[in-house]
């Protein structure tokens, strides 16, 4: 079956102490993306890759990292989380970048204490 | 600055009713558009895409138009049911960059 898994679901952490959500898609897709969703403020692109190891930055990357070391993952890691990196994430794939279908993962749902 | 702006910002309608939805753009070049639905705590699902030459497009009951001249898009639901209630997002994609361009969404309550 053609999907985006994430993990974990759903994390609660403490400021500062680092975390990786990671993200991985098995339909061979080149460009992947991670977004972020908050009340009021819809999805907006943290980073994203068109291909391994190319990567750039979205509208609010500050305090996130990310890699494509191989084209099924693209990992995202908050080096030292803070409260304001409390939301819901999304990561997602599609062939290319103007490929029609951009497929979604399930969401992680992070809260930073 | 690129920005895609949606209305109404929250629709309640009858089950069996029609209804709009309207996203204005000012992302140049521009590449395409698409419509999202969302469900609520789970990923969008695209609906529609929309390239500069065409006017119109279907998907079911959704039928989504685009004006390239003024920069405006709908998305039309017909006969709408109890399962349309959902976000539905406008994305709209530039030739210039990689970036994509959100709107924040329209949420869509429909009631029996």
């Known amino acids: 079956e053609a999907q985006v898994t994430q993990n974990p679901r759903y994390l609660i952490t403490v400021t500062g102490k680092k975390l990786t959500v990671t993200c991985s898609q098995n339909m061979n897709h080149e460009y992947m993306s991670w977004y972020r969703q908050d009340p009021g403020l819809g999805l907006r692109q943290i980073y994203y890759?068109?291909?391994?190891?190319?990567?750039d930055k979205g509208d609010v990357p500050e305090g996130y990292k990310v890699s494509r070391k191989e084209k099924r993952n693209f990992p995202l890691i908050l080096e030292s989380p803070s409260p304001n990196q409390t939301s819901l994430y999304f990561c997602?794939?599609?062939?290319?970048?103007?490929?029609?279908?951009?497929?979604f993962g399930p969401g992680t749902r992070l809260l930073v204490l | 600055k690129n920005q895609v702006e949606q209305s109404p910002q929250s629709l309640i309608i009858l089950e069996g009713k029609n209804c709009t939805l309207q996203?204005?753009?000012?992302?140049?070049?521009?590449?395409?558009l698409r419509w999202y639905k969302q469900d609520t705590g789970r990923g969008p699902v695209s609906l529609t895409i929309?390239?500069?030459?065409?006017n119109t497009k279907s998907n079911g009951r959704y039928t989504a138009t685009l004006d390239a001249d003024t920069k405006q898009s709908s998305l039309h639901i017909t006969a709408s049911q109890l399962s349309d209630s959902a976000s539905y997002i406008c994305?709209?994609?530039?030739?210039?960059?990689?970036?994509?361009?959100f709107g924040k969404g329209t949420s869509l309550l429909v009631t029996p």
């Open positions: 890759s068109m291909n391994v190891e190319v990567t």
């Open positions: 994305v709209v994609l530039s030739n210039s960059g990689y970036a994509l361009n």
């Open positions: 996203c204005n753009y000012t992302v140049s070049p521009f590449s395409n």
């Open positions: 997602a794939s599609s062939s290319t970048y103007y490929q029609e279908t951009q497929y």
């Open positions: 929309m390239t500069f030459s065409e």
